[in-house]
C-alpha cells in the first residue's frame, strides 16, 4: 500500500507538471518574477522560443558579407568621410557573377554594406551626393544595390543592408546634420523630393532631430525600392561622434517592421554579435540570453563579448530571458574591404 502511494503521488505531481506547462506560454521574451526559484527560471527559459523571422534566419546557415566602397580603392578600413566621391573608380560590375558563385558555395543570402561609417551610400539615394550618384560609374547612373537586388532575385538569394549609424561625412561637413543639435519635432517620412516620387505610399510620423531624419528617409528608400530585405544590419562601431547625436531607435525599428516585415535586425533584439571578427564564438553560444530590461523596449544594446552569456548560473541573475542568436562574421581578406 506503501509503494502504491508513493506511485500516485508521483504520478499526480508529473500531471501538475504538465499542468504548469501548458499554462505557461512560448514566447520570444519571458519576464522573470522576483520570487521565481531556480528551478521556475530554468522552466521559463525553455519556453523562451525564436520568433518566425529568427527561425528563418537561423535557417540560412551561410551568408555572403560584401564590404565595397571608397575604401576598396584607398585601401584603408575605416574612411574619414572627406574622400572625394571620385575616388570610388569602379569602371565594370557583374552581380549576377557574384551571386553565382553565392550560390555555388551553399549561401542562402548576400548582406551588402550599402554605407559604411564614412557616409557615402551605393545606391541612387535622394537625399545625398555622397555617393555612387556622384561618381564616374555609369555616367552617375549607377547603383550597385540595385543590380545586387535584381541578382539575388534570379538565383534565389535573400538580400540583407548594412546600413552605418555612423556617417563621417555629415560629421565632418559644416551643415552636416549628424549632432548638429537640432531640435526633435515632428516629421514626416518619408520627406517629398520633386522630381523623385515614391510608388510606395505609406507614411509615417515620427518626432525626430535632423540626422535620425535623414537616417529614416534612407532607410525607407532601401526597404521600399530594392527589397524584400531580410536582414537590416546595425553596426556599433563610431570612429568619432558629434554634438551628443543620439539614435531613436524605437522610430528605426517600427518603420522596418512596417517596410521589411520579414526581416531581422543585426546588433539589437534580434541577432547579436559573437563578440569577434575571427569567425569563431563560444565553446558553448546559448541562444536564450539574460537581460536586465525588457530587450523589446530598449534603445540601447551593449554588445556581448562575455565568455559565458547563457549558461544556468547567468540565467539565475536575469530579469528578462530573451532568444538572441548570435551571428559570426569574419573577413576572407587581410580587412573587410
Known amino acids: 500500500m ?36 531556480h528551478a521556475d527560471i530554468i522552466a521559463k527559459a525553455a519556453h523562451v522560443v ?66 559604411h561609417h564614412d557616409g557615402f ?11 555612387i550618384m556622384s561618381t564616374g560609374f555609369r555616367n552617375g547612373k549607377g547603383d ?20 552605418s549609424p555612423a556617417d563621417l561625412y555629415h560629421i565632418e561637413k559644416p551643415e552636416g546634420l549628424y549632432g548638429n543639435l537640432s531640435p526633435y519635432t515632428k516629421r514626416t517620412i518619408p520627406r517629398e523630393v520633386p522630381g523623385r516620387p515614391f510608388a510606395n505610399k505609406t507614411r509615417f510620423e515620427f518626432v525626430v532631430d535632423d540626422y535620425n531624419e535623414y537616417f529614416l528617409n534612407q532607410l525607407f528608400e532601401i526597404l521600399t525600392e530594392y527589397g524584400p530585405i531580410h536582414e537590416v544590419w546595425f553596426d556599433g562601431a563610431h570612429p568619432k561622434r558629434k554634438g551628443g547625436q543620439t539614435y531613436n531607435y524605437p522610430a528605426w525599428k517600427k518603420l522596418i517592421k512596417a517596410l521589411a516585415p520579414d526581416a531581422v535586425i543585426f546588433g539589437r533584439e534580434d541577432v547579436r554579435w559573437c563578440g569577434n571578427e575571427a569567425g569563431g564564438t563560444r565553446s558553448t553560444e546559448w541562444n536564450v540570453i539574460p537581460y536586465q530590461a525588457n530587450p523589446d523596449t530598449m534603445s540601447n544594446f551593449a554588445d556581448m563579448t562575455d565568455k559565458d552569456l547563457g549558461s544556468r548560473e547567468q540565467l539565475y541573475k536575469a530579469k528578462y530571458l530573451h532568444y538572441q542568436q548570435a551571428e559570426t562574421n569574419t573577413s576572407i581578406r587581410e580587412g573587410w574591404f
Open 2 to 37: 506503501k509503494h502504491t502511494f508513493i506511485l500516485l503521488l508521483g504520478a499526480m505531481l508529473s500531471l501538475q507538471g504538465q499542468a504548469q506547462d501548458k499554462q505557461m506560454q512560448f514566447q520570444n521574451t519571458i519576464k522573470v518574477e522576483a520570487g521565481d526559484s
Open 50 to 115: 525564436p520568433s518566425p523571422n529568427q527561425l528563418a534566419a537561423l535557417q540560412n546557415e551561410f551568408i555572403a558579407f560584401i564590404h565595397f566602397g571608397p575604401n576598396s580603392f584607398t585601401r584603408l578600413e575605416w574612411g574619414s568621410g572627406k574622400e572625394d566621391p571620385k575616388v570610388f573608380d569602379l569602371k565594370e560590375l557583374d552581380t549576377d557573377q557574384w551571386c553565382e558563385a553565392m550560390k555555388a558555395a551553399g549561401m542562402k543570402m548576400v548582406i551588402l554594406t550599402v554605407k
Open 121 to 131: 551610400v551605393l545606391w541612387q539615394s535622394r537625399y545625398t551626393k555622397h555617393g
Open 144 to 163: 550597385i544595390l540595385k543590380d545586387l537586388s535584381e541578382s539575388c532575385r534570379k538565383y534565389g538569394l535573400k538580400l540583407g543592408v548594412y546600413l
